[in-house]
């Protein structure tokens, strides 16, 4: 999503539009030092809030995704994480007001973005788990974890 050693930029986007100018227009922040909801969840003192313009850094990781409609992600969905582009945020900021919503991901040169399905219980708040798609639009599987993005 993304656990331990790796920095990755990442910034959430609302609505479903695969158009990086829809995306740019329709920025949100998330990860950082409030939610978008303005809760009690964030991210440790002193880190900006993340947006297109300001990213936050964390960990890549990946994870499997919920495959089986009896035990469903955080979002109550199923997905195929062999081919779904999905992730999971971290479970100190997730919660239901995310799901659906739209993660830019840039690392290593590369920019991707995920949908919001789930979350991680075991990330740390800037950090996110990606489905095994998503994450090998980064890297082999092998890597397990990403280091030195910017």
Known sequence: MHVLTALAPIALFTGTSKSNDDLTAQQS???????????????????SLCSLNNPC????????????SSSPGACGTTNDGEVDLVLALPHGIMDASYCGKTVRIEFSGKTEFGKVVDKCMGCTDQSIDLSRALFQKFSELEAGRLSGAH
């Open 29 to 47: 922040t998330i990860l950082g030092t409030s939610k978008l909801t303005g809760g009690s969840k964030h991210s440790p003192a002193g880190n």
């Open 57 to 68: 850094t964390g960990d890549l990781t990946y994870f499997d995704t919920a495959t089986d």
